[in-house]
């Protein structure tokens, strides 16, 4: 039995929930916010867009939009810019970072403006307030809303038209401890229901058990982009040896052909940071050479390490790591 397809017209069941960015290209004035950026994200995956402040993500997904027409370049969801999609609010459901909401409207009767214009019956107002856990503050004012409860209520407006495609900016931002355990788990549910799901943050800490897939971008072009589990890749313990004998630790370095970093040390000792090794190996190597150490430390990089090596600004010392942006 064949299937036909639920995109778009002249779209491909291949294109159905594809986000795709190619060339794209923003300048304001002089300031290129964002620069010859390239990057699919795919459904069933949660992709997390992640960058310092003022890399270009919230500029990009503004161009996925329509809200921000780019210098050079295409932004597609489905195939098709945001604009010339059928339905684009039951398509997409974007929340963008400053979501405003009238202070004397419940939490109900926000989504009751927006449910006629996307096309959702009322018990589907009701059905997005329990799934993002308001359903019992439906009649309360939202002006009387925590910054948390804001950005559920936000999440349950991109909800309405049950979109194949979820872009979410800095969605965590003013949940607490609990929340973000919540959010990490409807974002899950929702990617394995098919949905294409993009999540934008500055800190890789904040989604990295959420996150398959991660787009790294810094000062608006693209560093890195993976599955999360390849950035463990670009990781490289470190060892830090401090030593009286300056030429001695310089020999032993040499002859083991350990790459190193120098560091400053007390005076009348040598220090470096030695990478691609193990404090076990040092010590066993030192030993032998009958050199004396004065400290002996392994050092392991996380992900965080990692994302900012790759952000970080040209020639500023950072963690130590492998590779560089793809």
């Known amino acids: 039995m064949t299937t036909a397809p639920t995109g778009p017209p002249g779209t491909t069941p291949a294109d159905e929930g594809v986000v795709q960015v190619q060339g794209l290209t923003k300048h304001f004035g002089a300031v290129a916010a964002v620069q010859d950026l390239s990057f699919t994200v795919r459904p069933g995956r949660v992709t997390g867009f992640l960058g310092p402040n003022g890399a270009g993500k919230t500029t990009t997904l503004r161009m ?35 979501a405003s909401f009238h202070p004397g409207r419940s939490a109900l009767d926000h989504l009751r ?23 019992g503050a439906a009649r309360r004012r939202v002006g009387g809303f ?3 409860m804001r950005q559920r209520l936000a999440l ?10 979820l872009l979410l900016d800095e969605p965590a931002n003013g949940l607490d401890p609990e929340g973000i355990v919540w959010l990490r788990g409807l974002l899950r549910h929702l990617a394995s229901q098919g949905r ?10 904040e989604v990295q058990q959420t996150v398959d897939d991660v787009i790294i971008i810094a000062r608006g072009r693209l560093v890195h982009a993976s599955p999360i589990a390849e950035l463990a890749s670009l990781a490289v313990p470190t060892v830090t040896v401090a030593s009286p004998d300056e030429a001695g630790l310089d020999a032993l370095v040499a002859a083991n052909g350990w790459e190193r970093t120098a ?3 007390a005076p009348g000792t040598s220090v470096v940071t030695l990478r691609g090794t193990s404090a076990a190996a ?26 900012l090596h790759l952000v970080q600004e040209p020639g500023t010392p950072g963690p ?3 590779g560089g942006a793809p």
Do not use: N, Q, W
Request: glycine letters at 12%; hydrophobic letters at 45%.
């Open 320 to 322: 130590t790591t492998t």
């Open 263 to 265: 560091e400053a040390g």
């Open 146 to 148: 925590s910054l948390g």
């Open 156 to 165: 349950a407006t991109t909800l309405l038209g049950d979109p194949k495609v």
């Open 113 to 135: 403006t927006y449910a006629p214009s996307i096309g959702a019956p009322d018990s589907r107002c009701a059905e997005v307030l329990a799934l993002v856990g308001l359903e």
């Open 282 to 307: 040092v010590g066993s190597a030192a030993f032998a050479a009958g050199l004396e150490l004065h400290e002996l430390a392994s050092r392991s990089v996380g992900l965080e390490d990692v994302f």
């Open 64 to 98: 996925l939009l329509g809200l921000v027409r780019p210098t050079s370049g295409t932004a597609t969801v489905s195939g098709r810019a945001y604009g010339d999609l059928a339905r684009p609010m039951s398509t997409v459901g974007a929340a963008l970072e400053a």
């Open 196 to 205: 294409t799901v993009l999540v934008s943050s500055h800190m890789l800490s």
